[in-house]
Nanobody, 124 residues
Framework: QVQLVESGGGLVQAGGSLRLSCAAS????????TAWFRQAPGKEREFVAA????????YYADSVEGRFTISRDNAKNTVYLQMNSLKPEDTAVYFC?????????????????WGQGTQVTVSS
């Protein structure tokens, strides 16, 4: 069983930066593909970024490519999302998710474990 806890959200002005953290319990977490999703009010949850279990593979949504960076520290059982050049349209609740599937996937249904989410608000 894996439990995920996100932190690092908050209010920031457009053009600013935030770093989200996803702390996991359970030593098997280091073998899981991990991703960040987000959900804005009135919208469906969408894929943001994912990282392979060993950190060697990453994949980003077009909307965040070049602005966001996903990384992980398996010694700390933590995955990060560095968000730069934030835009008002990045405002959402950000969720961390983990999957036992080795291949990076953007499909929500393939992620078995989810955190409770952290709010990110970008003001214009």
């Amino acid at each position: 069983q894996v439990q995920l806890v996100e932190s690092g959200g908050g209010l920031v002005q457009a053009g600013g930066s935030l770093r989200l953290s996803c702390a996991a319990s359970g030593r098997t977490f280091r073998t899981y593909t991990t991703a960040w999703f987000r959900q804005a009010p009135g919208k469906e949850r969408e894929f943001v970024a994912a990282i392979s279990w060993n950190g060697e593979g990453t994949y980003y949504a077009d909307s965040v490519e070049g602005r966001f960076t996903i990384s992980r520290d398996n010694a700390k059982n933590t995955v990060y999302l560095q968000m730069n050049s934030l835009k008002p349209e990045d405002t959402a609740v950000y969720f961390c998710a983990a999957s036992r599937i080795v291949v990076i996937t953007t499909t929500i249904q393939t992620y078995e474990y989810w955190g409770q989410g952290t709010q990110v608000t970008v003001s214009s």
